[in-house]
């Protein structure tokens, strides 16, 4: 693996796991890297914690994420069916601390 | 009636400057938007957040950047139609299109540009089976409008954000009955509106149901009855409602514009790179509301894209003239 990559794993629908290695120096979101790998993304308001179109379920690694922003916490805070575990993927900064972050879509939020 | 060569839907900061693009061509403009004002998102939600990378700015506020851009497009005398979405778009055979908004505003233009961004934003509609058949007046409403409508009812509010705990509190000496249910153990709201909340539901003014989703609706030609799930035991409530108003937040949707046969993809236009016209001869879409194979939702890749339109758009209304382009430089701006 490359230097300033980290490994991602997203659960796919049939629960098995797809491994991703992800750059941490381009300053890329997760929903970014996630459209990018060509998941089913919307992503309409472009990461600005409007739309809720990139939330992700966090399965492993939450504690290594980030806090959530007010805008975040909002977000999630109206949403109809979000988990505990649930987060805006484009507020998530793809950093080295997130190494073997386990993630799935959450879906059904357009 | 209000007549132009060009109905802009969106008054953002792309079809902001396409007024000014448009003008260079001696072609006059009437945008319309849902907002209230100019600016589009930068007005509306980051007004003073900086902006870096707008060519020529090293920073430049959102709301500072409309209001250069409202400068830059005077000497054209823009027309402008604010707090109405355009709700209909016919073409008139050949020639014209006519524009209609909600309020029954009517525009008539030779070209009409989209450049409505992310869309507008509409109440987030939770999956429940069934919901729509209560819709438009038949018990299920997605925002409150006239409170005293609900006066002696029975209803059910849905949600744990802000305007759900805010409308709870104001309803419950208005109706009946209420119910709030919310899918958590907790509120997160401003802890004043939660602490009023837990305790009009221990006073018993509220029934409050925790760890809960809407699972069903039910009643013959109108809502009677709400069926709520509780999420871990999956134990199920029935509540008999007149009302339910499920309270999720806005998301933002094409609305109305997916409806004009417009090719779209994953909620946005597709486009002509040449010079982003749409499928629709005449028709126009610009910003980040189009899409296209590298497409960056960018600003200053919507005034590239403004510019580019309004050749086309010019080429479009006068077929056959031929038209040499002038720089500002050479030319200055001259008011028309």
Sequence with gaps: MEENNINIHVQNADGSLTTLEAPVDMGLSLMEFLKACEYDILATCGGMALCATCC??????????????????????????????????????????????????????? | MISTDIAIIGAGPVGLFAIFEAGLLKMRCHLIDYLPQVGGQLSEIYPKKPIYDIPGYPTVLAQELIDNLMEQGKPF??????????????????????????????????????A?????????????????????????????????????????????????????????DIVEELTLVHRSESFRGAPDSVNKVMALAESGRINLILNSNLNSVSGSGKLENVEIIHNKSLEVTNVAADHLIPLFGLSPKLGPIEQ??????????????????????????????NTYTNKLKLILCGFHEAALMSHSAYQYMNPGVKYTMKYTTVNGVSEF
């Design chain 2, 116 to 172: 409505g961004g992310l869309g507008c934003f509409e109440p987030r509609k939770p999956a429940v089976a069934g919901l729509e058949q209560f819709e438009n007046g038949r018990g299920v409403n997605y925002m409150i409008l006239d409170p005293e409508q609900y006066r002696g009812q029975k209803m059910v509010i849905a949600g744990g954000g802000d305007s759900a705990l805010d409308w709870t509190i104001f309803l419950a």
């Design chain 1, 56 to 110: 992700v379920d966090v399965l492993e690694g939450e504690d290594k994420l980030n806090e959530m922003s007010d805008d975040e916490y909002a977000m999630l805070d109206t949403l109809p069916d979000v988990l505990p575990n649930s987060r805006l993927a484009c507020q998530l900064q793809l950093n080295p601390a997130m190494e073997g972050l386990t993630v799935k879509l959450h879906g059904g939020l357009d």
């Design chain 2, 260 to 289: 004009w046969n417009l090719n779209i993809n994953k909620s946005a236009i597709e486009v002509n790179t040449d010079d982003y016209s749409t499928n629709i001869p005449g028709i126009y879409a610009i910003g980040d509301i």
């Design chain 2, 77 to 114: 005398h823009p027309g402008f139609t604010l707090g109405e979405r355009i709700e209909g778009l016919e073409k008139r055979g050949e020639g014209d299109f006519v524009l209609t908004t909600n309020m029954g505003t009517i525009i008539e233009s030779k070209v009409v540009v989209i």
